[in-house]
């Protein structure tokens, strides 16, 4: 009953044993999903269920050997298109949550991958989110330029663009300097010692400080 034998000097699967391979399973899922011809609740059941099986890039710790390599980069473009047909599926049901929230997954593994950023940014507009809109774009269009040298595709400029008109400039400059101190704080250099300063901007700062907790209650 072992699942691994040795013979003829090396290990082998027991031939004997009904073995189903998650990856077999996620690739037929993905299938499903892609064929058109399904009911959209098919299909989006057919998406949920292969994306919930993915738990991480295939075999991490030799992913880069030649042999495993391609395989490696099949099954990345597989989750990726999956997941596209499930934002698609999702926005066009009208579930710009469920959008937003996939889109926001999928970008945190591959956060390069464009189509998810214009779902992302379809969703945010449709629920009216222009805030983020504005500090989402500040954050990935630096992004996309350090890495890619170029910027963000005309649609998402676009939503931006509108997302702005709709905004007040103190509030998108808030927006953006939220982001920025964000960016700053989880960067290598920020300072997590002790802060030093005289004892006017000590005031001024405890002043900040004791209204906006009696704001907050």
Known sequence: NSVILFKQGGYMLNPALDIQWDCDVFFSLCEEAANEK?????RVESCKAALALCK???LPTIGFEQWALPFSM??????IECAHTLEKLYFDEGKYADTLHLAENVTLSYPLDEESYVFMFRAMEMLEFYAPIITTYYKISGYFEEELGTDLCAEIREIYTRATERTSRTTQDMA???????QQTRGSA???????CDYGTFKAL??????????SG
Not at 38 to 42: A, I
Not at 176 to 182: A, H, K, P, T, V
Request: aromatic share 16%; glycine share 8%.
């Open 38 to 42: 399904q009911s959209v609740q098919s």
């Open 56 to 58: 991480g890039d295939f």
């Open 74 to 79: 099949l099954c990345q473009k597989r989750y």
């Open 176 to 182: 953006i300097i939220r982001e920025d101190l964000r």
């Open 190 to 196: 920020f300072h997590s010692g002790g802060f030093y």
């Open 206 to 215: 405890y002043q900040m400080v004791a209204r906006m907790a009696a704001r």
